[in-house]
């Protein structure tokens, strides 16, 4: 790359051709209106505007050997970054533009998105990992800063990027079976309300109900229901037991069917008293009473990953205690259920 000012005698339509525009130039007597765009590789059909502009010097980028003008290095490096469930827009003022194809998780490799930044010339920047996004939106802004970089910055690029998983995708949301066990415990009005936000929430990740079964207060009734419901479901979600109590029928069921109880408890509010529990590898997931009801709790924290059909850890819920409490601040991290989040323009 080198820099050069044209100025007099060199400043013609011979000498810009091919040259890169270092500065955005601007109609004389309106500095509002602009003539051409800087970044912009200029040709000889440019001159008659670049005359217009009645500038004694313009600053101008010559293309050298083994240089990479920004817009193919950009297109170059959404490609390289790129991953699932990602669309790539552009190059629009030598930034492209990346966006959620589907609704999902957004997931960054955030170590390897520092290492990215940390190479000279190159700038990506995300939205938070793990943030819920629905098709359309932006999740991830690509670009190079110079007007031209060297090919070896994107040697460098494809160093960081190789491996397994992409730096930035979105995890689809794969449609599964909801079965609910509620204990009869409930009142009719609360069973209702219940009812009502769990249709709603499992339907925006785009799963169905297979069915909503009232059981008794007892082991017995309660282990059975469990047995049968997982035959045609592929996730289980109770309410109504108390999970502070040794003794709550539905955990005592879930000890004689052999469940392996994964985590009890979350650290974070409102919704800490939630359990997550596997029978034959199917998910079992206890809901706290404010989760019945909210939209905004450990429990809308949590289903997006085992919509994803992803094994949920403890270690999961562990690392729900950074941002654990959850405020109107955090609304950005829960679904939008009821309506998608407005599409960026």
């Known amino acids: 790359m080198k820099a050069e000012a044209l100025r007099g005698p060199g400043l013609n339509a011979a000498a810009i051709d091919g040259a890169v525009l270092a500065q955005t130039l601007l109609v004389p007597d309106d500095h509002h209106r602009?003539?051409?765009?800087?970044?912009?590789i200029l040709s000889r059909n440019d001159w008659p505007v670049v005359a217009s502009a009645r500038i004694d010097e313009l600053h101008v980028v010559r293309i050298e050997a083994?240089?990479?003008?920004?817009?193919?290095?950009a297109r170059r490096l959404a490609g390289l970054v790129t991953g699932p469930g990602v669309v790539q827009h552009g190059p629009v003022e030598s930034q492209v533009r990346l966006s959620a194809a589907i609704n999902g998780i957004f997931k960054v490799d955030v170590q390897r998105l520092e290492a990215l930044n940390g190479i000279a010339d190159i700038s990506i920047f995300?939205?938070?990992d793990g943030q819920l996004v629905s098709k359309g939106k932006t999740i991830a802004g690509v670009k190079v800063t110079p007007f031209v970089v060297p090919e070896a910055r994107l040697r460098e690029v494809e160093a960081v990027c190789q491996g397994a998983d992409a730096v930035v995708q979105v995890l689809a949301f794969r449609p599964m079976r909801v079965a609910i066990l509620v204990r009869e415990r409930l009142e009719p009005e609360q069973r209702e309300k219940f009812q009502a936000s769990i249709e709603m929430k499992v339907a925006w990740f785009g799963s169905t109900i297979s069915e909503i079964r009232y059981v008794a207060d007892d082991v017995g009734?309660?282990?059975?229901?469990?047995?049968d419901l997982l035959r045609h479901g592929d996730l289980l979600l109770t309410a109504g037991a108390n999970a502070t109590d040794p003794l709550d029928p539905t955990l005592v069921a879930l000890e004689r069917l052999?469940?392996?109880?994964e985590k009890q408890g979350a650290p974070a509010h409102p919704g800490s008293a939630v359990w997550l529990a596997y029978l034959d590898d199917r998910p079992i997931f206890g809901v706290a009473a404010c989760g019945m009801f909210s939209?905004?709790?450990?429990?809308?924290l949590i289903l997006p990953r085992l919509f994803t059909g992803a094994l949920v850890t403890a270690g999961d819920f562990n690392s729900l205690g950074h941002g654990g409490l959850l405020s109107k601040d955090m609304a950005f991290r829960f679904p939008p259920y009821g309506a998608f989040d407005t599409l960026d323009s």
């Open 34 to 40: 602009v003539l051409l765009l800087k970044g912009r």
């Open 66 to 73: 083994g240089d990479i003008h920004e817009d193919e290095a």
């Open 126 to 128: 995300t939205l938070f």
């Open 221 to 227: 009734a309660v282990e059975a229901a469990v047995t």
């Open 258 to 261: 052999k469940a392996r109880m």
């Open 295 to 300: 939209k905004a709790t450990v429990l809308d």
